[in-house]
């Protein structure tokens, strides 16, 4: 089973960047892979998604972050990246790396069976 830990999270303004990492114990080349976020109160929700491989199979962005973040993978590294630019307010919370789920769905239920990480937090102060 792939251990996954995220990093990369911390405290910013509103208009700033960060790039989160999601290192595997071992390779997760076959998986699709994922970035969920969840702020308190709130269900976890998907945020950004890579295809398995070299990723050439598609990625898919919530509409909220489109245009802002853009989602990468390392396979050579086992590593998967969220680069987030013109950060707001709204995109603070805790984001969790996943792999194994169904490409194409942000539903929880089709990554219920995925491997997850601990999250990292990210915090945007307006």
């Known amino acids: 089973q792939a251990q996954l830990q995220e990093s990369g999270g911390g405290s910013v303004q509103a208009g700033g960047s960060l790039r989160l990492s999601c290192v595997a114990s071992?390779?997760?080349?076959?998986?699709?892979m994922a970035w969920f976020r969840q702020s308190p109160g709130k269900e976890r929700e998907g945020v950004a998604q890579?295809?398995?491989?070299?990723?050439?199979?598609?990625?898919y962005y919530t509409d909220s972050v489109k245009g802002r973040f853009t989602i990468s993978r390392d396979n050579a590294r086992n590593t998967l990246f969220l680069q987030m630019n013109s950060l707001k307010p709204e995109d603070s919370g805790v984001y969790y790396c996943?792999?194994?789920?169904?490409?194409?769905?942000?539903?929880?239920?089709?990554?219920?069976?995925?491997?997850w990480g601990q999250g990292t937090q990210v915090t945007v102060s307006s």
């Open positions: 890579i295809s398995h491989g070299d990723g050439g199979g598609g990625t």
């Open positions: 071992r390779s997760t080349s076959i998986y699709n």
């Open positions: 996943a792999a194994g789920g169904a490409l194409g769905s942000f539903f929880l239920m089709d990554w219920k069976s995925a491997h």
